[in-house]
């Protein structure tokens, strides 16, 4: 792959020592048109923390250590392999102008609601309605298709052996339901990724580091002792709210741990971790939970979702993660070195989502990044600026926004119960896989890709070089 062509950025790939990773590959996979959706003013999914972590991973010269790919939409078959062929039938065609319409087609399968409601719920769980979780808007239909295309994309580079890990940061929504939206999730990428990677790894282990608890996966496979599913996150109950509630979605408690009935009992793993858990707390679970699930569960191939809600300071998260301490699960579950198909998820606070998704980008390629950011080449570089955006860091300190609820004792009662359901675990069958062999054409359109990247870059450095004069 060339390097740039002018000076700043071969400078940066040089000062940063980004050169593709020895004895694997990586690929990264996106689609720009993701980043022009917007779910309405106040809510806080923000789809610019895409556009944020592209600049990042653009100003750092990381795609020249990955082979980048430009997702296409997913089709309404594809998602229908998990979703009810209705729901996929009415994301595809809604908008604020066919609402109404649907509305009256899909009326059976409307929730039941009061009166009482602010927000007027539709079909699926989605609204028009102002403070919807779950909102319909412009252009969401291409939205959704594309984020679970880029997913669809990344796993099977994984299956045809293309790339040892592939990262897709639009994808990773755990909270969408087989019939209905939750959470700002409306399709269930990771389930459809883990649908595909089954037809050809015996097991895949889900990891979830998202602050809010991985429900929508979990349940899908409930019932199988083909995929373990592992959670941590935020549990219990917000004391301070008014009035108090449950952290959402109000699941993911030790004794979930599978469908009882079913050989998937004990192949759910919930940890669920009150508020304010710290760098070295949170690592110290997370390395001897997955650890011995690693050694017990033995995956095929891994799906971690990189969710960046549990990093400190985010908008709706509860934990003091700092970024290279989240950024560590990423490594601790590489280090494994089995295929490894990595997603995003939540995070509110768009500048450091972006920091933590450009840190874990480049832990994948093995390359160690300076913590000043290369403003020069970055287009929005003011949204790192200053004292409450991070001073122009990489690494800003995040801990110390919320009090650590959490106790040694707790937390070792935590562990003990996860390694008490590991016990129970039975290795999965064997299976026979199926192989396909890769696009006779994917070197044309890894390079194709490559190019519009770097036109982009140019594109971008041209604005940003225009508003300094």
């Not at 000076?7 to 990773?21: L, M, S």
């Not at 065609?93 to 927000?119: C, E, H, M, N, W």
């Not at 007027?120 to 979780?133: E, H, T």
């Not at 990489?394 to 650590?404: A, R, S, T, V």
């Amino acid at each position: 792959m060339s390097r740039a062509s002018n000076t700043p950025a071969r400078q940066a790939v040089e000062e940063n020592g980004i050169e593709r990773p020895k004895g694997y590959n990586v690929s990264f996979h996106y689609n720009r048109r993701v980043e022009n959706m917007h779910f309405g003013r106040t809510h806080p999914m923000k789809p610019w923390r895409l556009t944020l972590t592209k600049h990042l991973v653009m100003a750092y010269g990381l795609q020249y250590a990955m082979d980048n790919y430009e997702a296409l939409p997913a089709s309404k078959d594809t998602v229908a392999e998990f979703h009810d062929p209705d729901y996929v039938d009415f994301l595809s065609r809604v908008s604020p102008q066919t609402f109404d319409q649907l509305k009256d087609l899909y009326a059976s399968r409307v929730p039941l609601g009061s009166p009482d409601d602010i927000v007027k719920l539709g079909p699926f769980n989605l609204s028009v309605s102002p403070g919807a979780d779950c909102p319909v808007f412009d252009g969401m239909s291409e939205y959704l298709f594309l984020y679970t295309g880029a997913t669809m994309e990344a796993a099977h580079c994984l299956t045809n052996r293309q790339s040892d890990i592939a990262i897709n940061w639009s994808g990773g929504l755990h909270h969408a339901h087989k019939s209905e939206a939750s959470g700002f999730c409306y399709i269930n990428d990771i389930v459809l990724a883990i649908l595909e990677l089954l037809r050809f790894f015996s097991r895949v282990l889900y990891i979830d580091i998202d602050v809010h608890h991985g429900d929508g996966v979990e349940e899908a496979f409930n019932s199988s002792d083909r995929v373990m599913t592992v959670s941590l996150h935020r549990f219990g109950l917000v004391s301070d709210a008014n009035p108090p509630h449950l952290f959402f979605p109000g699941t993911g408690s030790m004794k979930d741990n599978g469908n009882p009935s079913s050989p998937g009992h004990h192949f759910a793993l919930n940890v669920p971790i009150p508020s304010g858990i710290t760098d070295e707390e949170y690592l110290t679970v997370f390395k001897r939970v997955i650890g011995r699930t690693l050694e017990t569960f033995r995956p095929a191939a891994i799906v971690l979702q990189c969710g960046a809600d549990s990093l400190g300071g985010d908008r709706l998260g509860q934990f003091n993660l700092n970024i290279k301490a989240h950024g560590e699960c990423l490594s601790f579950v590489k280090a494994a070195g089995v295929p490894l198909l990595v997603l995003g998820g939540g995070g509110y606070t768009a500048r450091n989502v972006a920091r933590a998704w450009c840190h874990e980008t480049a832990l994948a390629v093995d390359a160690t990044l300076n913590d000043t950011l290369p403003t020069q080449l970055l287009p929005r570089a003011q949204a790192f600026m200053g004292k409450v955006h991070g001073d122009g860091k990489l690494y800003p300190d995040l801990k110390g926004f919320h009090n650590n609820e959490c106790t040694k004792k707790d937390l070792d009662t935590i562990v003990q119960w996860c390694f008490e359901e590991l016990r129970m675990v039975n290795h999965a069958p064997s299976t026979n896989m199926e192989h396909l062999p890769p696009p006779a054409d994917i070197e044309r359109i890894r390079r194709k890709v490559d190019e519009e990247w770097e036109r982009e870059r140019e594109t971008d450095r041209s604005e940003t070089g225009r508003k300094k004069h």
